[in-house]
């Protein structure tokens, strides 16, 4: 049984999306996409520095283009499940049919710029804790005044707030934390901090016309399967303010029975996870058209496999 998922903010590196436009219409594809949301995305993609993609109305749109495009690649193959971490549900939803490419750049478009507005608020930043027992990290991030933002699993949290309330963190660290790592992002999202963004959302996706998903569409508010597309555009709007459960994501997983999970581009953070909160399960990352091969070749093993437990 193969998941597909879309990672979130962060991900995103300069010039990730430069192997990907040589591939056949790829080129055209991002053009369209460009014109239709007033983003320069093979720009961004290709010859942005470190910074420019930082910009949360930039590296949104980049990231949802790039998942897009990379899974359009594997369009011979049909994934079980799929899943998307923060901005990462909007492709997963293009995965699922919820919506169309144009509708879902569409609406990351206007996610972004409404994010980076709240973000423009108070200086608000996000880091993640390595190591440390959910049980004694997120009780000592609320006395900090911080927000467990993020919880991945996997012995990862990922904390927001203000750059004070961080800074305190770094001297404060909860029991087990081995490291508390600044991310590259541009506020604290999936807080109260972003509450004026979900108003923005809401107008957004009142123009939409939702499709129900063609495949299992777990969200990542609380790791259950959604059954129809106005719960999943409900819930597209209303997880900018509220935390992460990755952790919850990837326990629902192993209970569909998940054999196989390939991250789109630009894959590597939840492989990572995924090696470590579920072992057993064959990992693959797309970052480079290279990939796509190997991809093939895991997802009918993996195929294999399964099949040959069940006969047994």
Not at 77 to 91: K, L
Not at 100 to 124: C, F, P, S, Y
Request: net charge negative; with cysteine; charged share 20%.
């Amino acid at each position: 049984m193969l998941v597909l998922v879309a990672p979130g903010q962060g991900a995103q590196t300069p010039g990730f999306l430069t192997p990907w436009l040589e591939l056949p219409g790829a080129a055209d594809r991002i053009g369209m996409w460009s014109d239709a949301i007033g983003l320069d995305l093979a720009h961004y993609g290709t010859q942005a520095d470190a910074d420019a993609i930082r910009d949360t109305a930039v590296a949104q749109p980049l990231l949802v283009a790039a998942g897009i495009l990379s899974a359009a690649a594997l369009s011979d193959i049909t994934p079980d499940a799929v899943a998307g971490h923060s901005v990462g549900e909007i492709t997963a939803a293009a995965f699922a049919g919820v919506l169309d490419d144009t509708a879902a750049l569409t609406l990351v478009r206007k996610r972004g710029l409404a994010m980076a507005e709240a973000a423009a608020i108070t200086e608000t930043g996000m880091s993640a804790l390595l190591g440390g027992d959910p049980e004694t990290t997120v009780p000592h991030l609320e006395k900090l005044g911080l927000t467990p933002a993020n919880v991945n699993g996997a012995g990862q949290i990922v904390a927001a707030g203000t750059l004070e309330q961080l800074a305190a963190l770094e001297a404060d660290k909860p029991e087990g934390v081995r490291r508390v790592v600044p991310l590259k992002v541009a506020g604290a999202f999936h807080t109260h901090h972003m509450a004026p963004a979900v108003d923005a959302l809401a107008q957004a996706a009142e123009a939409l016309t939702p499709a129900e998903p063609k495949v299992a569409y777990v969200s990542n508010k609380d790791g259950q399967t959604v059954a129809t597309g106005a719960e999943v555009l409900s819930r597209l709007v209303g997880q900018v303010a509220n935390p992460v459960r990755w952790d919850l994501c990837m326990e629902t997983f192993k209970e569909l029975g998940v054999t196989a999970l390939v991250e789109v581009c630009p894959g590597g953070t939840l492989t990572g996870l995924a090696k470590r909160g579920l072992p057993g399960v064959r990992t693959l990352a797309l970052k480079t058209p290279d990939d796509l091969d190997a991809a093939r070749e895991l997802i009918a093993e993996a195929s294999t496999s399964a099949a040959a437990a069940a006969g047994a």
